[in-house]
């Protein structure tokens, strides 16, 4: 009888290695090739096609992988997954590289990149064409986007954004658009695609790639000013603040109630913020509800701190970033400012009653773009490849009291020199804690 149980045992066991074997052999790997190149008119300038840096990422795993290409552009990834994956490459050339390789002078660095989603289900053989952006004078150096803790913190209130002029003149503020535009939050994993404007109710058809070559703002906003009243010397910064209050100690709320702080460690004072976003004078003139209009509790007004004018929010009570990292934010500037009333405005495919702001790529200055941490998690890319090849996050996720904080290259008399290659990923790192003081420590970690 023992032997008779031995024999069985050791039967259902090769069974079940078999078994292994068998669905092990069902999931097989495959190879993978990228041809990079440049578009046509940057081809002719003799710009060389090797050492471009690839890298893919699996959706599902987050496994990431990298190598350069060869002197044909040519990037080789075997014995991968199949799976859904992000496919990015960047060339980074110098001003002085630039120089030797086209004869053409340029003021700063210039940067390729190329970024793709796509299934791969078996081996196969893609090509990416990488596009030059424009590397503006401006960047946004610190975007504190993650918040506090919801409980001991400020939650989403302690938000804000840091822009450093990056030449080496001054530069003026006056009239400098910024904002975030709105895309399409389901996963990439469950199907989520990029939102199609061409459905959207009275879009032109005569002004372009509607999907290709305009953004569509959530918020807009614009720095007022009479075109020299907001000087930015070389090297200097100025934050924008969702809420420009201390929001280390306790304050009276719209509502007349005390919002407390339990730990002030957590958060940050941004009551010497250079401009605050308030919604409520916004909200007060677009306000078509049966009662009396009441201003939302924690969009508080700092009379001391200059408010940006709002030139359209899609919807809300104040400006909330968010947290999770379904977010990005952009600064533009444009050689004749447009009246808020007349500004274009489009209903969001298939939401009539849902509306956004369009603005032109070709004339942001500055972007980035925020994922989540969790590659499952990630949605359709919400800015063109040629602002932000790859988006970035700070590593703590939402309500982190972190912030991602543009790298230094160089420093030059002291003032630094802040990378920008319109890649995210590359461009930034997170700061374990935000900070608001445009001081020395409000640089990298």
Same mark, same amino acid.
């Given at each position: 009888?023992?032997n008779?149980?031995?024999?069985?045992?050791?039967?259902m066991?090769?069974?079940? +290695?078999?078994?292994?074997?068998?669905?092990?052999?069902?999931?097989?790997s495959?190879?993978?090739?990228v041809?990079?190149?440049?578009?046509?008119?940057?081809s002719?300038?003799?710009l060389?096609?090797?050492?471009?840096?690839?890298?893919?990422?699996?959706?599902?795993?987050?496994?990431?992988?990298?190598?350069?290409?060869?002197?044909? @552009?040519?990037?080789?990834?075997?014995?991968i997954?199949?799976?859904n994956?992000?496919?990015?490459?960047?060339?980074n050339?110098?001003?002085?590289e630039?120089?030797?390789t086209?004869n053409?002078?340029?003021p700063?660095?210039?940067?390729?990149n190329?970024?793709e989603?796509?299934v791969?289900?078996?081996?196969?053989?893609?090509? $990416?064409v990488?596009?030059?952006?424009?590397i503006?004078?401006?960047?946004?150096?610190?975007?504190?986007?993650?918040?506090?803790?919801?409980?001991? @913190?400020?939650?989403?209130?302690?938000q804000f954004?840091?822009?450093?002029?990056?030449?080496?003149?001054?530069?003026? $503020?006056?009239?400098l658009?910024?904002?975030?535009?709105?895309? =399409?939050?389901?996963?990439?994993?469950?199907? @989520?695609? #990029?939102?199609?404007?061409?459905?959207?109710t009275?879009?032109?058809t005569?002004?372009g790639?509607v999907?290709?070559?305009?953004?569509y703002?959530?918020?807009?906003?614009?720095?007022? /000013?009479?075109?020299?009243q907001?000087?930015?010397? =070389?090297g200097?910064? +100025?934050?924008?603040?969702?809420?420009?209050?201390?929001?280390t100690?306790?304050?009276?709320?719209n509502?007349? $109630?005390?919002q407390?702080?339990?730990?002030?460690?957590?958060?940050?004072?941004?009551s010497?913020?250079d401009?605050e976003? *308030?919604? +409520?004078?916004?909200?007060?003139a677009?306000?078509?509800?049966?009662?009396t209009?009441?201003?939302?509790?924690w969009?508080?007004? *700092?009379p001391t701190i200059?408010?940006?004018?709002?030139?359209h929010?899609?919807?809300g009570?104040?400006?909330?970033?968010?947290?999770?990292?379904?977010e990005?934010f952009?600064?533009f500037?444009?050689?004749?400012?447009?009246?808020?009333?007349?500004? #274009?405005?489009?209903a969001v495919? /298939?939401s #009539?009653?849902?509306?956004?702001?369009?603005?032109?790529v070709?004339?942001?200055?500055?972007?980035?773009?925020?994922?989540?941490? $969790?590659?499952?998690?990630?949605?359709p890319k919400r800015?063109?490849?040629?602002?932000?090849?790859? @988006?970035?996050?700070?590593?703590g996720?939402?309500?982190?009291?972190?912030s991602? +904080?543009?790298?230094?290259?160089?420093?030059?008399? /002291?003032?630094r020199?802040?990378?920008?290659?319109n890649?995210s990923?590359?461009?930034?790192?997170?700061?374990t804690?935000?900070?608001?003081?445009?001081?020395?420590s409000?640089?990298?970690?």
């Amino acid at each position: 009888m023992k032997n008779q149980l031995f024999i069985i045992s050791l039967l259902m066991t090769i069974v079940f +290695v078999a078994c292994r074997k068998s669905d092990i052999k069902t999931v097989q790997s495959i190879n993978l090739s990228v041809q990079v190149s440049y578009n046509t008119t940057d081809s002719l300038m003799g710009l060389s096609r090797a050492n471009a840096a690839v890298k893919i990422t699996n959706l599902l795993s987050g496994q990431e992988n990298t190598t350069t290409t060869n002197n044909e @552009g040519i990037a080789i990834f075997a014995d991968i997954a199949p799976g859904n994956y992000t496919v990015t490459a960047a060339k980074n050339y110098t001003a002085e590289e630039f120089f030797t390789t086209t004869n053409i002078t340029v003021p700063s660095n210039v940067a390729y990149n190329a970024s793709e989603t796509m299934v791969f289900n078996s081996s196969a053989h893609i090509r $990416l064409v990488m596009q030059g952006g424009k590397i503006g004078n401006l960047v946004i150096k610190q975007y504190a986007y993650a918040g506090s803790n919801v409980s001991t @913190g400020a939650a989403f209130r302690d938000q804000f954004v840091e822009i450093y002029n990056n030449s080496n003149e001054t530069i003026y $503020l006056d009239s400098l658009y910024f904002g975030n535009t709105w895309q =399409s939050v389901t996963k990439i994993t469950s199907g @989520g695609v #990029p939102l199609d404007w061409t459905t959207s109710t009275g879009m032109p058809t005569n002004i372009g790639d509607v999907n290709k070559d305009y953004v569509y703002a959530k918020y807009l906003f614009m720095i007022p /000013g009479t075109g020299k009243q907001h000087p930015l010397a =070389s090297g200097k910064s +100025v934050i924008i603040a969702a809420t420009a209050i201390n929001h280390t100690q306790d304050y009276v709320m719209n509502d007349g $109630l005390v919002q407390g702080i339990t730990d002030p460690t957590k958060t940050v004072d941004l009551s010497k913020a250079d401009f605050e976003t *308030n919604l +409520v004078e916004y909200n007060r003139a677009h306000y078509n509800g049966s009662g009396t209009f009441t201003p939302y509790k924690w969009d508080i007004d *700092n009379p001391t701190i200059p408010n940006v004018d709002v030139i359209h929010i899609r919807s809300g009570n104040d400006w909330v970033l968010d947290a999770t990292g379904r977010e990005d934010f952009f600064i533009f500037k444009l050689s004749k400012s447009i009246k808020a009333n007349e500004w #274009p405005i489009y209903a969001v495919p /298939g939401s #009539p009653t849902s509306f956004c702001a369009q603005v032109k790529v070709a004339d942001i200055i500055d972007a980035v773009e925020i994922l989540t941490p $969790l590659e499952s998690n990630r949605v359709p890319k919400r800015l063109p490849i040629a602002l932000d090849a790859t @988006g970035t996050f700070a590593l703590g996720g939402q309500y982190s009291s972190q912030s991602i +904080v543009r790298k230094t290259i160089k420093t030059i008399e /002291g003032r630094r020199i802040l990378q920008d290659t319109n890649n995210s990923a590359n461009d930034f790192e997170t700061k374990t804690k935000s900070d608001a003081s445009k001081t020395e420590s409000s640089f990298e970690k």
